[in-house]
């Protein structure tokens, strides 16, 4: 039995965990894998079969980490925990491992192997990662020391301790070392700082380096003297030094230093950390201030230097970075994400070639530059103007002129807004159509309300009739009857002419509230994939619906704080900023509990209800539960008009009334402010109906 890979294996992994086996050979087109238990492997014959295909020109692998039991494959989702941290170092090894065991940011690796010479394998045996923390650790430890940040996915294999590495021409025997006997947490890992000499790795591993592929000794003194000013040699010090390691220069001193170490030290553009308390370093990369978190980021979107100093360029450059991280905090998986950093650091280019500052970038410059472009990246170059830096150069609107009209839409806004506690999306269509009365009633003049008489109020509106929908119109009418009841109230007016505003012609109660039968509320349920994210949100929104009877926008409002998960309920904020308290019930209580643990994606924004594709963000009012409540309905086959999310509020008082409660009762639970409201559901209570019917004469029927 191979004792060295047999002693590797116990100290890693429980005698009944399942883990994954790789057999790579370099003329094979697909390796081979088995998925064992530790039990398994470690018997004799498995092991035999092992060394055999060693022998025979496989590479041996094992997973880093144990499999869910039952599992057949080695994907990110068969992974059941965190056991390793790992990194790779295969360039400039013994000094990049020798780095590694002195630094204060990392303890001692448990285990160290040597897979060639001058590479190796440092691993560290750990508890309590989730599989989030344990890949930002890992981009952490490879931008750090040297490793490679793609090599951070949980189902990553290491190569076993013990077997040949066929690799090479002679092989060479895979050994392993262990320092310590240990397990650790995710706070024995301090890396905030040490993440900051990533950049030096991120700026040099490719850069400078000659057509042929191999750096000269210009890349090498430049190198060299960055790292020095890095940990604060004395410029002149590394003059005399460079002008000692290049005497085969005729006058290094002038060559070499002034070239390197006295513009590196004089130049605030290239590599230098501050020297600030904190532990949150920041780095100086190219003439601006870079966290070391954006590192991060951007390195999952790219991975090239060179392209990392391209996008730097141009005004705009300084701000790709803080993009980069609002994209990936945003949900931006790395194809749209990289798209849209491109189409950034593009117009920063274009910017830099037109000789254009950030101060002289306005709406007509923007439209000019993305006239000819694809919807994608027009949608990209002004989200970025927006979202990066809005602070500093976001795109400002034209300045509103400071009018006599202006003034009074200001205060109309803040009177709906204090007095009267609408909405802001009801305010924006009051102030829409107010605003439009306004120019239509005095133009471009003062506003002399004393002038305005019934005469041009009904002038307006014959002209607004032939221009508007019925909907719409209605929406007119109750914007300036308000906007003249709020200058009546003002004093501008002595009579309140919002009387003379004419009503749109629409009877009381003519129609019967639209509705669902059970059998179609249960489809809709039904339709939902409670196995996705989505599924899980649309399934809790339509509860909220059917159940409480909420108000479309209701749900959208709703905060995690909204929910008070002890006393089992929750508060929701109605029509005119009126806060009312629900009971939780069961059903719901647990779809909400399912969808913010396992379906919610993470981000800032407290209201519980967000997109779930990029970018990530809350979901925007009565339109967009809109959009789930239709979506839904056409999964379940319900295609009939007039079935929107407000239908189920009416589905609701529906089976209440047909169940004998009272219809003052559902006024409350509806919370109904005007009685006359709840008495439409009195047309589907067909039981209190047939006893009004009166006998047909002759007793026919």
Same mark, same amino acid.
């Given at each position: 039995?191979?004792?060295?890979?047999?002693?590797?294996?116990?100290?890693?992994?429980?005698?009944?965990?399942?883990?994954?086996?790789?057999?790579?050979?370099?003329?094979?087109?697909?390796?081979?894998?088995?998925?064992?238990?530790?039990?398994?492997?470690?018997?004799?014959?498995?092991?035999?079969?092992?060394?055999?295909?060693?022998?025979?020109?496989?590479?041996? =692998? %094992?997973?880093?980490?144990? !499999?869910?039991?039952?599992?057949?494959?080695?994907?990110?989702?068969?992974?059941?925990?965190?056991?390793? $941290? =790992?990194?790779?170092?295969?360039?400039?090894?013994?000094?990049?491992?020798?780095?590694?065991?002195?630094?204060?940011?990392?303890?001692?690796?448990?285990?160290?192997?040597?897979?060639?010479?001058?590479?190796?394998?440092?691993?560290?045996? %750990?508890?309590?990662?989730?599989?989030?923390?344990?890949?930002?650790?890992?981009?952490?430890?490879?931008?750090?020391?040297?490793?490679?940040?793609?090599?951070?996915?949980?189902?990553?294999?290491?190569?076993?301790?013990?077997?040949?590495?066929?690799?090479?021409?002679?092989?060479?025997?895979?050994?392993?070392?262990?320092?310590?006997?240990?397990?650790?947490?995710?706070?024995?890992?301090?890396?905030?700082?040490?993440?900051?000499?990533?950049?030096?790795?991120?700026?040099?591993?490719?850069?400078?380096?000659?057509?042929?592929?191999?750096?000269?000794?210009?890349?090498?003194?430049?190198? &060299?003297?960055?790292?020095?000013?890095?940990?604060?040699?004395?410029?002149?010090?590394?003059?005399?030094?460079?002008?000692?390691?290049?005497?085969?220069?005729?006058?290094?001193?002038?060559?070499?230093?002034?070239?390197?170490?006295?513009?590196?030290?004089?130049?605030?553009?290239?590599?230098?950390?501050?020297?600030?308390?904190?532990?949150?370093?920041?780095?100086?990369?190219?003439?601006?201030?870079?966290?070391?978190?954006?590192?991060?980021?951007?390195?999952?979107?790219?991975?090239?230097?060179?392209?990392?100093?391209?996008?730097?360029?141009?005004?705009?450059?300084?701000?790709?970075?803080?993009?980069?991280?609002? !994209?990936?905090?945003?949900?931006?998986?790395?194809?749209?994400?990289?798209?849209?950093?491109?189409?950034?650091?593009?117009?920063?280019?274009?910017?830099?070639?037109?000789?254009?500052?950030?101060?002289?970038?306005?709406?007509?410059?923007?439209?000019?530059?993305?006239?000819?472009?694809?919807?994608?990246?027009?949608?990209?170059?002004?989200?970025?103007?927006?979202?990066?830096?809005?602070?500093?150069?976001?795109?400002?609107?034209?300045?509103?002129?400071?009018?006599?009209?202006?003034?009074?839409?200001?205060?109309?806004?803040?009177?709906?807004?204090?007095?009267?506690? $609408?909405?802001?999306?009801?305010?924006?269509?009051?102030?829409?159509?107010?605003?439009?009365?306004?120019?239509?009633?005095?133009?471009?003049?003062?506003?002399?309300?004393?002038?305005?008489?019934?005469?041009?109020?009904?002038?307006?509106?014959?002209?607004?009739?032939?221009?508007?929908?019925?909907?719409?119109?209605?929406?007119?009418?109750?914007?300036?009857?308000?906007?003249?009841?709020?200058?009546?109230?003002?004093?501008?007016?002595?009579?309140?002419?919002?009387?003379?505003?004419? &009503? %749109?012609?629409?009877?009381?109660?003519?129609?019967?509230?639209?509705?669902?039968?059970?059998?179609?509320?249960?489809?809709?349920?039904?339709?939902?994939?409670?196995?996705?994210?989505?599924?899980?949100?649309?399934?809790?929104?339509? $509860?909220?619906?059917?159940?409480?009877? /909420?108000?479309?926008?209701?749900?959208?409002? !709703?905060?995690?704080?909204?929910?008070? &998960?002890?006393?089992?309920?929750?508060?929701?904020?109605?029509?005119?900023?009126?806060?009312?308290?629900?009971? !939780?019930?069961?059903?719901?209580?647990?779809?909400?509990?399912?969808?913010?643990?396992?379906?919610?994606?993470?981000?800032?924004?407290? $209201?519980?209800?967000?997109?779930?594709?990029?970018?990530?963000?809350?979901?925007?009012?009565?339109?967009?539960?809109?959009?789930?409540?239709?979506?839904? /309905?056409?999964?379940?086959?319900?295609?009939?008009?007039?079935?929107?999310?407000?239908?189920?509020?009416?589905?609701?008082?529906?089976?209440?009334?047909?169940?004998?409660?009272?219809?003052?009762?559902?006024?409350?639970?509806?919370?109904?402010?005007?009685?006359?409201?709840?008495?439409?559901?009195?047309?589907?209570?067909?039981?209190?109906?047939?006893?009004?019917?009166?006998?047909?004469?002759?007793?026919?029927?």
């Amino acid at each position: 039995m191979n004792r060295i890979a047999a002693n590797f294996l116990t100290r890693s992994f429980a005698s009944c965990e399942t883990i994954a086996l790789l057999l790579r050979r370099d003329n094979a087109t697909r390796p081979q894998q088995r998925i064992v238990t530790l039990k398994q492997l470690l018997a004799p014959r498995y092991m035999a079969w092992l060394n055999y295909e060693n022998d025979n020109g496989a590479n041996i =692998y %094992v997973s880093a980490n144990p !499999l869910h039991s039952g599992s057949r494959k080695r994907t990110k989702e068969c992974v059941a925990s965190v056991r390793h $941290l =790992y990194i790779d170092i295969d360039e400039d090894g013994d000094a990049r491992l020798a780095a590694l065991r002195a630094s204060d940011e990392l303890p001692m690796p448990t285990a160290i192997i040597a897979t060639s010479p001058c590479k190796y394998q440092a691993l560290w045996r %750990v508890a309590g990662f989730d599989f989030e923390r344990q890949e930002q650790t890992l981009k952490l430890i490879a931008l750090a020391f040297g490793g490679d940040p793609a090599c951070t996915d949980r189902n990553r294999v290491l190569r076993v301790p013990g077997f040949y590495n066929r690799k090479y021409s002679p092989a060479h025997r895979v050994a392993v070392e262990y320092p310590v006997d240990s397990t650790y947490g995710p706070t024995d890992f301090q890396l905030d700082e040490a993440a900051g000499s990533s950049v030096l790795l991120l700026l040099r591993s490719d850069a400078r380096i000659s057509p042929s592929g191999k750096h000269s000794h210009s890349e090498e003194d430049w190198g &060299w003297v960055c790292d020095q000013l890095v940990y604060g040699r004395d410029a002149a010090k590394l003059t005399h030094e460079l002008a000692v390691r290049r005497s085969d220069k005729p006058d290094p001193l002038l060559c070499r230093v002034q070239g390197y170490a006295e513009r590196e030290s004089k130049t605030p553009g290239e590599v230098r950390p501050q020297r600030k308390s904190s532990r949150h370093k920041q780095w100086h990369i190219l003439g601006f201030t870079m966290q070391a978190k954006e590192i991060i980021t951007m390195n999952q979107y790219f991975r090239r230097a060179a392209t990392f100093r391209q996008f730097h360029e141009g005004p705009l450059g300084p701000y790709i970075n803080s993009y980069g991280e609002w !994209l990936h905090q945003h949900g931006y998986r790395r194809c749209p994400g990289r798209a849209a950093i491109r189409a950034a650091a593009r117009f920063s280019h274009w910017l830099m070639d037109h000789d254009i500052n950030i101060e002289e970038i306005n709406p007509d410059l923007l439209c000019g530059y993305t006239k000819d472009f694809s919807r994608a990246e027009r949608f990209s170059i002004r989200q970025f103007m927006t979202v990066s830096r809005p602070g500093v150069f976001a795109v400002k609107p034209k300045p509103i002129m400071d009018t006599p009209q202006s003034q009074f839409l200001t205060e109309y806004a803040s009177h709906l807004r204090a007095e009267r506690g $609408l909405a802001s999306g009801t305010i924006r269509y009051y102030l829409r159509f107010g605003a439009i009365f306004l120019r239509e009633a005095f133009g471009g003049r003062r506003l002399n309300w004393p002038s305005l008489s019934m005469a041009d109020i009904v002038k307006f509106f014959e002209k607004q009739v032939h221009q508007t929908s019925i909907v719409q119109m209605s929406q007119v009418l109750a914007s300036v009857r308000s906007i003249l009841r709020f200058a009546h109230f003002r004093g501008d007016i002595s009579t309140d002419l919002s009387v003379s505003v004419p &009503w %749109v012609a629409k009877w009381s109660k003519a129609e019967v509230p639209k509705y669902f039968s059970r059998e179609e509320i249960e489809k809709v349920f039904a339709a939902c994939d409670r196995r996705t994210a989505t599924g899980k949100r649309d399934y809790a929104i339509l $509860l909220l619906l059917a159940c409480y009877g /909420l108000r479309a926008g209701e749900v959208a409002a !709703l905060q995690l704080e909204s929910i008070d &998960w002890e006393s089992g309920e929750f508060v929701v904020r109605g029509k005119g900023s009126r806060w009312s308290t629900f009971p !939780l019930l069961t059903d719901v209580g647990e779809a909400l509990a399912d969808y913010i643990h396992n379906g919610r994606p993470k981000s800032k924004s407290r $209201l519980i209800f967000l997109r779930t594709v990029a970018p990530i963000q809350a979901i925007h009012g009565q339109a967009a539960i809109a959009s789930i409540v239709n979506s839904a /309905l056409r999964k379940a086959g319900i295609y009939q008009r007039r079935r929107t999310a407000h239908a189920f509020r009416h589905t609701l008082a529906t089976d209440m009334r047909r169940e004998g409660v009272s219809l003052q009762e559902i006024g409350r639970i509806l919370r109904h402010q005007n009685p006359e409201t709840t008495t439409i559901y009195a047309k589907v209570d067909l039981n209190s109906l047939r006893e009004l019917v009166v006998a047909w004469p002759g007793g026919a029927q």
